[in-house]
């Protein structure tokens, strides 16, 4: 992977890593090229957990909700996401993992394992208002000093649009899985708007429960929703701030907040 200084239309940079075909992946996280290289190739099974998501779609918490319905109990540790982001994990490190794994994955349908196709490990897929993403995404990448993102939102939103970020473009992210889902039927999986989780808490989680075949109740439920709040998780990842002692990870997450952002 080389680190490239990669400029917008509106001639606004930002520094990035690029793999050898040509993906763009983030500065600051220590990716395992070969992982990524040979993605299809790694092994699942049957009980995995694949949780897919565009980054900034609420993937930190949703993970913490697929492991509070797995363990059945609500744990408050420091056990985050990263200990399942397939990108920055060598495959020595997956296969010392203790069933059931639950890993997350932004990338797209054509470099996920091959494993997929004959219908192991289940997938929860979110996907969030582009809009909100994108807000997200431009606060993301100013928190991390790293990236260098020159320009204000209107000049970032440019380059989202081109889709001049990591992962791509979200419009051809989410085009793909859904061609994906419609022609491999066979395949489990349960796909999750986080406007609606959020907005029917209890329903939302009961539907995802059953998915992974669990029975909790709705008082357990509602434990899982208030140890997934915001504000709970800002307190367990927050560590990493931006330059105004702020959470680059949970800042706000609320629906519409593109509202403040786009113009007319």
């Not at 606004?12 to 500065?27: E, Q, S, T």
């Not at 092994?43 to 897919?52: F, G, N, S």
């Not at 993937?59 to 109990?73: A, E, G, K, T, V």
């Not at 899982?224 to 105004?244: F, P, Q, W």
């Amino acid at each position: 992977m080389t680190e490239e200084w990669v400029v917008a239309e509106d001639g606004c940079g930002m520094k990035m890593l690029r793999l050898p075909d040509g993906r763009f992946a983030g500065v600051g996280y220590k990716f395992e090229l070969d992982t990524l290289i040979n993605l299809t190739s790694l092994p699942l099974r049957d009980d995995d957990v694949l949780l897919c998501s565009y980054p900034k779609s609420g993937c930190h918490w949703l993970w913490q909700n697929i492991r509070f319905l797995l363990d059945d109990r609500v744990t408050l540790d420091a056990v985050d996401k990263e200990t399942g982001m397939v990108e920055i994990h060598s495959r020595e490190y997956f296969h010392g993992l203790p069933s059931p794994r639950i890993l997350n994955i932004h990338e797209r349908p054509e470099h996920m394992p091959a494993d997929l196709m004959k219908g192991k490990a289940k997938i929860v897929f979110v996907y969030r208002n582009p809009k909100d993403v994108a807000v997200s995404f431009f606060h993301h990448f100013k928190g991390f000093s790293a990236y260098c993102l020159e320009g204000n939102f209107s000049n970032f939103l440019k380059r989202f649009v081109q889709g001049l970020v990591i992962s791509g473009g979200i419009f051809d992210y989410l085009k793909e899985w859904e061609t994906f889902f419609k022609k491999n039927p066979h395949i489990p999986r349960i796909i999750l708007s986080y406007e609606n989780f959020k907005m029917n808490p209890i329903p939302e989680r009961r539907r995802l429960a059953s998915y992974l075949c669990t029975q909790p109740s709705d008082l357990f439920l509602q434990e899982i929703k208030d140890a997934t709040s915001l504000d709970v998780m800002r307190d367990l990842k927050g560590e990493v701030k931006n330059s105004a002692g702020q959470s680059v990870f949970y800042r706000k997450g609320k629906i519409g907040d593109w509202k403040n952002y786009f113009t007319v």
